[in-house]
């Protein structure tokens, strides 16, 4: 609890997998993010070269008109001159200067009316060329979101390196909580075997205070799944047992039986020698009826 209280977290395992989650969602939106860059720095320099290629205005309107005020100012100068050289040829001859200077001024005269008929004025109109005006919108517009994308790029980097801190502070948070509840349930599991053992030995004190014997079962009894010695075993052993026994009383009935069996016992018994023995084959019987011994 002071460990939650003072971290500010409740479940820290549980948070870092919302921050981890939180941080693949924010690298995922950061990548595309700088795909997103890349795209329209190549359309702003796509936009950038039609722009040079398109021209700014095209021509809609061509008007050509003359310029009558000019025209007739400029003949009533002619009529002056023509009217002010036929006063001078009254009065001199044509190689006179000032009649050779007002013949130059008449032709002069004459030759700018002549290029003001040939080069009337000319009204030209002209408008915005729409492709160069889209493209021109395009290029504002796509700068702007050049700018706005790269401030969104900084900020989720920002953010990106905000949730990777995050993720690994709340990666230690976790390991240590679960220390914490690791030694939490020892302690526990410990407190709960010394609360059985004290009343166990509570218990104990009062059956010995009370003189009543406390039983208590060490292990408990299992049956087996089959018998330690089978009825085999029981025939083996039986066997082994009737031959010793049959083999003893045997030797017993023989040690016991006072009868002599051979002439060597006949001897140590009476210390006289034998003369003669009849084989065990032999019919007793018939010897005796045949002769004497």
């Known amino acids: 609890m002071n460990f939650s ?25 950061h990548r595309q993010t700088q795909v997103t860059i890349a795209e ?31 025209l007739e100012k400029m003949k009533g100068t002619l009529l002056d ?9 009254t009065e001199f001859e044509p190689t006179y200067r000032s009649v050779q200077e007002i013949d130059e001024q008449i032709q002069q005269t004459k030759a700018r009316i002549a290029a003001e008929d040939q080069a009337p004025i000319r009204d030209q109109t002209s408008d915005l060329e729409p492709n160069h005006a889209w493209a021109k919108a395009e290029l504002m517009k796509t700068e702007v979101q050049a700018r706005a994308l ?45 609360v059985n053992k004290r009343e166990e030995a509570r218990i104990g004190d009062a059956l010995d205070q009370g003189g009543i014997l406390n039983v208590v079962i060490a292990e408990q009894p299992t049956v087996p799944a ?3 010695l089978s009825m085999l075993g029981f025939g083996l052993i039986g066997l082994g047992l009737a031959a010793t026994l049959s083999t003893g009383a045997a030797f017993i009935v023989d040690y016991l039986n006072p009868a002599f069996r051979t002439p060597d016992e006949l001897f140590l018994c009476l210390g006289s ?21």
Not at 10 to 27: G, N, T
Not at 150 to 157: I, K, L, M, V
């Open 226 to 228: 089959l018998p330690k």
């Open 40 to 70: 329209t720095a190549e359309r702003s320099r796509v936009l950038q070269s039609k722009l040079g290629s398109l021209p700014e205005r095209t021509l809609t309107q061509i008007r050509n008109t003359d310029n009558p005020q000019l």
């Open 273 to 293: 020698p034998v003369l003669a023995s009849l084989p065990k084959k032999w019919d007793i019987n018939a010897l005796s009826s045949g002769g004497r011994t």
């Open 150 to 194: 790269e401030a969104h790029d900084r900020a989720e980097g920002l953010l990106l390196a905000h949730y990777q801190n995050s993720a690994r502070k709340l990666g230690d948070r976790a390991i240590e909580q679960q220390r914490l509840l690791h030694e939490l349930k020892s302690a526990e599991e410990k407190y709960l075997l010394y």
């Open 81 to 89: 001159l023509e009217l002010k050289r036929t006063q001078l040829l």
């Open 5 to 29: 209280r003072h971290e500010g977290i409740v479940s820290a395992a549980e948070e870092r997998d919302i921050a981890l989650q939180k941080l693949s969602e924010a690298d995922a939106d």
